[in-house]
Antibody, heavy 123, light 107 residues
Framework: QVQLVQSGAEVQKPGASVTVSCKASGYTFTNYDINWVRQATGRGLEWMGWMNPNNGNTGYGQKFRDRVTMTRDTSTNTAYMELSSLRSEDTAIYYC????????????????WGQGTVVTVST | DIQMTQSPSSLSASVGDTVTITCQASQDISNSLNWYQRKPGEAPKLLIY???NLETGVPSRFGGSGSGTDFTFTITSLQPEDFATYYC?????????FGQGTKLEIK
């Protein structure tokens, strides 16, 4: 079935970097953008950016532009999100999601989500 | 950036009730509005896309309407499994902003 499977939980120190992976299966990986969304404890969902697996093009939210890098490996159908210069406020669950085009309505939405990766930033 | 104002932030209701959540965009987003359900320990789940289209497999008691800047999400005949947090999200223009969420609790 169509699914996105993310890497396991991470604990990092302030100032370090973290990389979360997102492996796609059950569909053609290069046909749909992968977006990344996070949720800190007690906060809402926060969109971070997108990556086109076909050509590697990316777009980042301004809040993350200086610290995030989204890449992919088409040989393994895996997307990656690296966040650098970590601070305590980056402690959150990070999700990847497929940006799907519903051709009958012309609408786009995040239809498939990874299970989430908990990233804890702590000394 | 497009701001999404969702209300109420929390809501108490009983099984069998009908509830409505609203979402207002800071500028015209046509029908580029989606609704998601989030339960503790689970990934968000798409319920409604394009403002009013029901995602495959989602029960028909869920519904959405609106266009432009004002949108409504309704659940009729609430079931126990519907108690969760709901988010609207626009994808008309990046960044693809979410509303603040509405926590639906059992009365």
């Amino acid at each position: 079935q169509v699914q996105l499977v993310q890497s396991g939980a991470e604990v990092q120190k302030p100032g370090a970097s973290v990389t979360v992976s997102c492996k796609a299966s059950g569909y053609t990986f290069t046909n749909y953008d992968i977006n990344w969304v996070r949720q800190a404890t007690g906060r809402g969902l926060e969109w971070m950016g997108w990556m086109n697996p076909n050509n590697g093009n990316t777009g980042y939210g301004q809040k993350f532009r200086d610290r995030v890098t989204m890449t992919r490996d088409t040989s393994t159908n895996t997307a990656y999100m690296e966040l650098s210069s970590l601070r305590s406020e980056d402690t959150a669950i990070y999700y990847c999601a497929r940006f799907y085009y519903f051709d009958r309505s012309g609408a786009f939405a995040f239809d498939i989500w990874g299970q989430g990766t908990v990233v804890t930033v702590s000394t | 950036d497009i701001q999404m104002t969702q209300s109420p932030s929390s809501l108490s209701a009983s099984v069998g009730d009908t509830v409505t959540i609203t979402c207002q965009a800071s500028q015209d987003i046509s029908n580029s509005l989606n609704w998601y359900q989030r339960k503790p320990g689970e990934a968000p789940k798409l319920l409604i896309y394009g403002a009013s289209n029901l995602e495959t497999g989602v029960p028909s008691r869920f519904g959405g309407s609106g266009s432009g800047t004002d949108f409504t999400f309704t659940i009729t005949s609430l079931q126990p499994e519907d108690f969760a947090t709901y988010y609207c999200q626009q994808n008309e223009n990046g960044p693809y902003t979410f509303g603040q969420g509405t926590k639906l609790e059992i009365k």
